[in-house]
């Protein structure tokens, strides 16, 4: 817990470092690109990571939108089963919502924990069940809805990222597997659109 309690504290100081000196690292990064290859190939690779990282801001985006959408749904429903402490484990699973495949599993724990807690067993298998049933319907009908329309991609190819990035690259893959499927897309279209052109150019 110490260990990653510092790793967080060091992460958000060099993210606020930076984020400060952004201009100063992109123009640096600009420079380098230029000398070491010709202009349109730099050009080219500016252009894959500006559309790159738009890419992942919406997906972020949308996968925020999301976990608040779910942890809102978890306290109407709660409130209305008259489940104990409705808004800390709301909080919770929305916020647990953000990460992939395992968010759901870690959500529901302490919402369990917290209903043996207040409750008896059976309102510990109401939250199990209320809870488990709440993150189906977000992974298979609206987390894919959401991140397809932000993205840009069909629920399909959310569902089929996630599960193959996943497979190859565990919960890291799980995690950037949308994003990197529509960076791959856009690369494939980019080039399919270039080869097209260049046939045109040649007839």
């Given at each position: 817990?110490?260990k990653?309690?510092?790793?967080?504290?060091i992460?958000i100081?060099?993210?606020?470092?930076?984020?400060?000196?952004?201009?100063?690292?992109?123009?640096?990064?600009?420079?380098?690109?230029?000398?070491?290859?010709?202009?349109?190939?730099?050009?080219?690779t500016?252009?894959?990571?500006?559309?790159?990282?738009?890419?992942?801001?919406?997906?972020?985006?949308?996968?925020?939108?999301?976990?608040?959408?779910?942890g809102?749904?978890?306290?109407?429903c709660?409130?209305?089963f008259k489940?104990?402490?409705t808004?800390?484990?709301?909080?919770?699973?929305?916020?647990?919502?953000?990460?992939?495949?395992?968010?759901?599993?870690?959500?529901?724990f302490?919402?369990?924990?917290?209903?043996l807690?207040?409750?008896?067993?059976?309102?510990?298998?109401?939250?199990?069940?209320?809870?488990?049933?709440?993150?189906?319907?977000?992974?298979?009908?609206?987390?894919?809805?959401?991140l397809?329309d932000?993205v840009?991609?069909?629920?399909?190819?959310?569902?089929?990222?996630?599960?193959?990035?996943?497979?190859?690259f565990?919960?890291?893959?799980?995690?950037?597997?949308?994003?990197?499927?529509?960076?791959?897309?856009?690369?494939?279209?980019?080039?399919?659109?270039?080869?097209?052109?260049?046939?045109?150019?040649?007839?």
């Amino acid at each position: 817990i110490v260990k990653g309690l510092v790793n967080l504290i060091i992460a958000i100081m060099v993210s606020v470092y930076m984020i400060s000196d952004h201009k100063n690292i992109f123009y640096n990064f600009k420079r380098v690109l230029y000398a070491v290859f010709p202009k349109n190939a730099a050009d080219t690779t500016r252009k894959i990571c500006r559309e790159s990282g738009t890419i992942f801001l919406k997906f972020m985006y949308g996968k925020a939108l999301d976990s608040l959408i779910i942890g809102i749904i978890c306290f109407i429903c709660m409130t209305i089963f008259k489940f104990p402490y409705t808004v800390l484990i709301s909080v919770i699973v929305g916020i647990t919502n953000m990460i992939p495949y395992f968010g759901p599993f870690i959500g529901g724990f302490p919402a369990v924990l917290v209903a043996l807690m207040t409750g008896d067993l059976f309102h510990a298998l109401a939250v199990l069940v209320f809870v488990f049933a709440l993150q189906q319907f977000d992974g298979l009908f609206l987390g894919p809805k959401i991140l397809g329309d932000v993205v840009g991609i069909s629920p399909f190819w959310v569902l089929l990222s996630i599960t193959v990035f996943g497979h190859f690259f565990g919960f890291i893959g799980m995690f950037i597997g949308v994003p990197m499927i529509c960076v791959i897309r856009m690369l494939f279209n980019d080039i399919i659109d270039f080869h097209n052109k260049m046939k045109e150019l040649d007839t």
